[in-house]
């Protein structure tokens, strides 16, 4: 007869326990003489054991939702919006974590974590826009940054492009000033990966130039880049024009015209852009204006000639490791609008990618103001308004220069006139000023 010991001893446990308190027998254990009424609650026959359950509770990241029947999340719906739920169940008939947009702002873009990211279609009424006679854009709900813009002005006015750069809450709904607990990376430097101190492969992590920050809620993905940044001749020409352009001086169509023939018509447009934000008042000194050409042309506040380490969020994970410390970054919800932020100057090109993402990592893990930078987003939005036609004026009796004193030879349509600094003496006249004839057509 064969020995059945052999077999079933595989099977059973090593250690016998005794009988739980609470009456929960967990999965393969033997509980020593617990067989007995005050635990099955029989003497003989059969009992029933009952598997019990409870919910797994997921927490999920603003901009997504659970859907029904779903056991991972997504990214929130369009016309709604997901501020992010800590303790989702999965729901075979309801979906979790989505919100229609509110009343009278219907529309969302796939993805929104606030309510504020509902809008609807811009009116003449909402955009205010002075002299507009038509706009296009959107009017978001609450204190949602709006993207109204002209397309059409009153006689005497002309669309301007003007740009509005605004500071979008961020990207993913986490505590933006706690510290990571770690950090993984990889260089195009082998001996990061050789490197046990940097255990980026528990990440998930396999591409060149990619870092990762695990926190208590997650890890965050994201990449690293070198580049070169030489002196701009729009940053100089802006520089160099500061006082002109914040006194009024020089106009939105002026910038326009200077910087086309030099960086040619895209370029002299966003300027165009930032100028008008000064005529509108959304540009108030010359730290701003500075500010907003630097959001514009997409370059760091130290703009220079050395090479630049920038630091980019790609995706979040919201779950915990395996038994080995092990995340799963292909379970990762991508992030495809994630700012570009600079993080430090290095003297040459190798030096960069040998330590840019690494210093990514860091900064991510242990820089509050740069999680704040590298989760939100800076956009740009069209803000174009109505802006006054330039005018010519053609005054008799007076010279050049004296016409040049007082800048008097342009006006803008709603502006102010301003006269040469004095006229012509014709013997046996006096002068009493100077008068518009009608328009020559």
């Keep these: 007869m064969p020995n059945l010991n052999v077999g079933l001893g595989a099977a059973m446990p090593a250690f016998a326990e005794s009988f739980p308190s609470n009456g929960i027998m967990l999965e393969?254990?033997?509980?020593?003489?617990?067989?007995?009424?005050?635990?099955?609650?029989?003497?003989?026959?059969?009992?029933?054991?009952?598997?019990e359950y409870v919910n797994t509770l997921q927490q999920l990241i603003g901009g997504t939702y659970l859907p029904a029947g779903a056991t991972l999340a997504e990214q929130c719906p369009k016309n709604s919006y997901c501020p992010g739920v800590t303790d989702a169940t999965v729901n075979a008939s309801e979906s979790q974590g989505a919100t229609s947009c509110p009343s009278g702002y219907p529309n969302s873009a796939v993805g929104a974590s606030s309510n504020t990211q509902c809008y609807t279609t811009c009116t003449l009424k909402s955009a205010n826009i002075e002299h507009a006679k038509a706009v296009d854009g959107y009017?978001?709900?609450?204190?949602?940054?709006d993207t109204c813009f002209a397309t059409e002005c009153e006689a005497g006015y002309h669309v301007t492009e003007a740009v509005k750069v605004i500071e979008q809450r961020?990207?993913?709904?986490?505590?933006?000033?706690?510290?990571?607990?770690?950090?993984?990376?990889?260089?195009?430097?082998?001996?990061?990966?050789?490197?046990?101190?940097?255990?980026?492969?528990?990440?998930?992590?396999?591409?060149?130039?990619?870092?990762?920050?695990?926190?208590?809620?997650?890890?965050?993905?994201?990449?690293?880049?070198?580049?070169?940044?030489?002196?701009d001749p729009v940053l100089i020409y802006?520089?160099?024009n500061a006082e002109a352009i914040m006194a009024g001086e020089i106009s939105p169509d002026q910038v326009r015209s200077d910087l086309t023939p030099i960086v040619g018509a895209a370029k002299a447009n966003d300027m165009a852009g930032v100028v008008a934000g000064v005529v509108v008042g959304?540009?108030?000194d010359e730290d701003a204006l500075y500010e907003a050409v630097l959001a514009v042309l997409g370059l760091p506040m130290d703009a220079s000639t050395d090479i630049l380490c920038h630091c980019q969020m790609t995706g979040f994970l919201s779950e915990s490791p395996n038994e080995y410390g092990e995340y799963d970054i292909s379970r990762a919800v991508a992030i495809g609008s994630a700012p570009l932020v600079f993080n430090s100057f290095y003297d040459t090109e190798s030096?960069?990618?040998?330590?840019?993402?690494?210093?990514?990592?860091?900064?991510?893990?242990?820089?509050?103001?740069f999680r704040k930078a590298i989760f939100g987003a800076i956009e740009i939005v069209p803000a174009s308004i109505c802006y006054g036609n330039e005018i010519e004026i053609r005054w008799t009796d007076a010279a050049e220069e004296d016409i040049a004193a007082t800048n008097a030879g342009m006006c803008t349509y709603g502006g102010d006139i301003r006269t040469p600094l004095k006229a012509a003496t014709i013997p046996g006249k006096t002068f009493i000023?100077?008068?518009f004839l009608p328009q020559e057509h």
Aim: charged share 20%.
């Design 28 to 51: 393969n254990k033997t509980y020593a003489n617990a067989a007995t009424y005050n635990n099955v609650g029989a003497y003989g026959g059969y009992v029933r054991a009952r598997a």
């Design 139 to 145: 009017d978001y709900y609450d204190d949602g940054t």
């Design 170 to 231: 961020p990207l993913i709904d986490v505590d933006l000033t706690v510290m990571g607990n770690d950090s993984g990376y990889t260089s195009t430097d082998n001996s990061y990966a050789s490197n046990s101190s940097n255990e980026y492969y528990l990440y998930g992590l396999t591409e060149d130039n990619t870092w990762a920050v695990e926190f208590d809620y997650g890890v965050v993905y994201g990449g690293a880049s070198c580049r070169e940044t030489p002196n």
């Design 238 to 240: 802006m520089e160099y």
């Design 282 to 284: 959304t540009i108030v």
């Design 351 to 369: 030096v960069c990618e040998w330590k840019c993402a690494q210093y990514c990592g860091q900064s991510v893990m242990e820089n509050s103001d």
């Design 433 to 435: 000023g100077w008068k």
